[in-house]
């Protein structure tokens, strides 16, 4: 099986900045695409960032130049760093991968998500 955990949400005030990690363990042998991703109370999950494999990023309009994502493919890892947290980024921010496995000989393809960790931004 697969599993992706996410660290480092937390609470903090406008203006200021949060590092979050998601790491990847499990059966597989390799990951393409990752990405974070965020759901705020009543609203639908939104793209934040996504990365490719040999690390080029695609942001949320609403994020440039905020926000960064970079990954580590030694260590199976994704990262968000924010900077200038503003209140509308308060939300639970999900990690995201594209994992390539074999399950009894069989070649599978599947995006797999974390569990989620908050992020609340006061003002």
């Known amino acids: 099986q697969v599993q992706l955990v996410e660290s480092g949400g937390g609470l903090v005030q406008a203006g200021e900045s949060l590092r979050l990690s998601c790491v990847v363990s499990g059966n597989f042998f390799n990951i393409n695409g990752m990405g974070w991703y965020r759901q705020a109370p009543g609203k639908q999950r939104e793209l934040v960032a996504r990365i490719s494999r040999d690390g080029n990023p695609i942001y949320a309009d609403s994020v440039k130049g905020r926000l960064t994502i970079s990954r580590d493919n030694a260590k199976n890892s994704v990262y968000l760093q924010m900077n200038s947290l503003k209140p509308e980024d308060t939300a639970v921010y999900y990690c995201?991968?594209?994992?390539?496995?074999?399950?009894?000989?069989?070649?599978?393809?599947?995006?797999?998500w974390g569990q989620g960790t908050q992020v609340t931004v006061s003002t």
């Open positions: 995201s991968a594209q994992v390539q496995s074999y399950v009894t000989g069989t070649y599978r393809a599947d995006l797999y």
